[in-house]
């Protein structure tokens, strides 16, 4: 059964950071270009990052960029999202998303995602 679990949500200050992981079984998951989305209440799900299976290529929504870094970790099936700089507009819930996909622009939508996480709250006060 696939399961893609995140951690490291929480409470945290304006201005503070946090490092979100997603961690991955059942399916390979260096084959697997990986995401982050978040969706914050009365609003649709909006891409935040995704990196290449390699790691080698990462994409960042405008609103993050400079902020926010994506990795991985193959050999232990992590993603991670190191977040800083934080402001109130960042809180939402994080989802992580598998995507076959090798890269292009379908990757800032939904569709290309075939997995996707349970979600961690990060919520940040001003």
């Known amino acids: 059964q696939v399961q893609l679990v995140e951690s490291g949500g929480g409470l945290v200050q304006a201005g503070g950071s946090v490092r979100l992981s997603c961690v991955v079984s059942?399916?390979?998951?260096?084959?697997?270009?990986m995401g982050w989305f978040r969706q914050a209440p009365g609003k649709e799900r909006e891409f935040v990052a995704a990196?290449?299976?390699?790691?080698?290529?990462?994409y960042y929504a405008d609103s993050v960029k400079g902020r926010f870094t994506i990795s991985r970790d193959n050999a232990k099936n992590t993603v991670y999202l190191q977040m800083n700089s934080l402001k109130p507009e960042d809180t939402a819930n994080y989802y992580c998303?598998?995507?076959?996909?090798?890269?292009?622009?379908?990757?800032?939508?939904?569709?290309?995602?075939?997995?996707w996480g349970q979600g961690t709250q990060v919520t940040v006060s001003s």
């Open positions: 998303a598998a995507s076959l996909l090798g890269g292009g622009t379908s990757l800032y939508t939904n569709g290309p995602y075939a997995y």
């Open positions: 059942a399916f390979t998951f260096s084959s697997y270009t």
């Open positions: 990196i290449s299976w390699s790691g080698g290529s990462t």
